[in-house]
């Protein structure tokens, strides 16, 4: 029987596209009035209306400030961050054929941690202040040159061996970690904390910067998401259907491993985003890539601008963004797993 690419059903994947889609825009307008200055929705639109005409006077300069300055440069960043981590996510299942596979499965957070971490032991500044991004992108690209190394020639990137390589190189990168946070004395709280994930201070080149990396790495990967089905027949299958599995796989670990990269660089390591919304939204639209990568990413973007707003705006104390999306993820993703034990 010949094997075919999983056919897609348009109109409840629609549905959840199209709901995920104004609950995002919905929470965004409300975790803009939300903080130490309380703003109601309708003034929110009302002050983003004044803005897009370009009025010249502004209703209220103060609160125009505080929203546009501070609240909203979070807000879309967050949205952005968590909505790349998803899709990275989605992609690294994908092709790994691993439900455990999320952006850092190859050790990309190791990477950027290790870059980062030795920006902040060093004192570097060589790029003001995206010295530490940079180099947390640097780290993490070249941990994944490294993975691909260990892993073998492109026609060899099998995902066993994938996998395998980047828990040898990541376990090598947290000794490392480990070694500099030793050595660090005082500055040993600054590298936890941007360690522990967080959008403090967070400016509208970072936001640009996130929503960029998303939207390039979601395009590149639909455009390849057909091979992305087919090739989860399996490699000899797809092979024999005209995919080249050896250079597919390699272009999307690359556009899923730096799109994460530039999501890390800008927030920090935030865990579980990329593990657990794949298999939510796989419950709701399917695994159809091409309706589940955009899914994965709204609700990535939900649940990442969800947990930032509650640790800013809710909680008596802000605690780092990483910390909270942790503490949910881990709960949700032991319900989707003794949920698919029970159906086994």
Known sequence: MKATAPRMSVSKPLFWLTLMTAVLLCLMVAATGMGFIPVAPAKVLSILAEQ???AGSL???M???VIFNVRLPRIITSAAVGFGLAVAGTTFQGILLNPLAEPFTLG?????AFGASLALLLGLNFAGIWSVGLCAFAGAAATLLGVMAIAGSTHKLSPTNLILSGVIVSAMLSAGISF????ADERVSVIIYWLMGSFTATTWSEALLAVTAAGAGLTACLFMARDMNIMSTGDTTARSLGVETGKTRTALLAIATLMGAACVAVSGIIGFVGLIVPHLMRLACGPDNRLLLPASGLGGAILLLGADTLTRAVLPHEVPVGVLTALIGGPV????FSRKLARS
């Open 59 to 61: 209703s209220d300069p």
């Open 63 to 65: 609160i125009s400030e």
């Open 180 to 183: 500099m946070k030793y050595m």
């Open 52 to 54: 897009l005409r370009g």
């Open 108 to 112: 990309v957070s190791s990477g950027a």
């Open 333 to 336: 993703f032991c319900f989707i």
